[in-house]
T-cell receptor
Framework: AQSVAQPEDQVNVAEGNPLTVKCTYS??????LFWYVQYPNRGLQFLLK??????LVKGSYGFEAEFNKSQTSFHLKKPSALVSDSALYFC???????????FGKGTTLSVSS | NAGVTQTPKFRVLKTGQSMTLLCAQD?????MYWYRQDPGMGLRLIHY???????AKGEVPDGYNVSRLKKQNFLLGLESAAPSQTSVYFC??????????????FGEGSWLTVV
């Protein structure tokens, strides 16, 4: 069965430092992977996706993610964190039939000034 | 652009009451979804629809029913509310399947408390 795991419930970084939010996946077939962000009391917003091609995917708000097939990982990164990046981040993978997204449990990112 | 709109945004129910959450999208999307979000559980798929007149069960369908009578609307019903259904409910839509990596668009959420 398709699944994603986010091993960290919370990630704390100082503003200006690089950040990484981890995601590992387990899929049969080609992985279609996504990152979404949720700000307080709001719906989820799309950040980026990996379908095929370059292992480094660039997305919204300066975020990027690196697809690593050997480590079955799709970690979200940003070179320099902003306080406004503080939010809940979800990794997701498409379901086997391609009809829905399966989400991880989420990682809370807290950026301190 | 309205995108995906959910009503109501907040609701308090007594155990055993019924209610319907309405989701409307104006993007002419074929696929629509209902997820619930609980602390430490992430988002879990309740039901989804791949087109007008179709529905399918997701990961946690028990206690819920859905209908997709019109392409733009997807209704989620709670037949007899239970405290375990206290959650934040999100509706979402996408143009097509995720085979080609289509993006899913979310509504702002509906906060439901069952007492």
């Amino acid at each position: 069965a398709q699944s994603v795991a986010q091993p960290e419930d919370q990630v704390n970084v100082a503003e200006g430092n690089p950040l990484t939010v981890k995601c590992t996946y387990s899929v049969s077939g080609n992985p279609y992977l996504f990152w979404y962000v949720q700000y307080p009391n709001r719906g989820l917003q799309f950040l980026l996706k990996y379908i095929t091609g370059d292992n480094l995917v660039k997305g919204s708000y300066g975020f990027e993610a690196e697809f690593n097939k050997s480590q079955t990982s799709f970690h979200l990164k940003k070179p320099s964190a902003l306080v406004s990046d503080s939010a809940l981040y979800f990794c997701a993978v498409r379901s086997p039939a391609g009809t829905a997204l399966i989400f991880g449990k989420g990682t809370t990112l807290s950026v301190s000034s | 652009n309205a995108g995906v709109t959910q009503t109501p945004k907040f609701r308090v129910l007594k155990t055993g009451q019924s209610m319907t959450l309405l989701c409307a999208q104006d993007m002419n999307h074929e696929y629509m979804y209902w997820y619930r979000q609980d602390p430490g559980m992430g988002l879990r798929l309740i039901h989804y629809s791949v087109g007008e007149g179709t529905t399918a069960k997701g990961e946690v369908p028990d206690g819920y029913n859905v209908s997709r009578l019109k392409k733009q609307n997807f209704l989620l019903g709670l037949e007899s509310a239970a405290p375990s259904q206290t959650s934040v409910y999100f509706c979402a839509s996408s143009k097509d399947t995720f085979v080609s990596g289509n993006t899913i668009y979310f509504g702002e959420g509906s906060w439901l408390t069952v007492v």
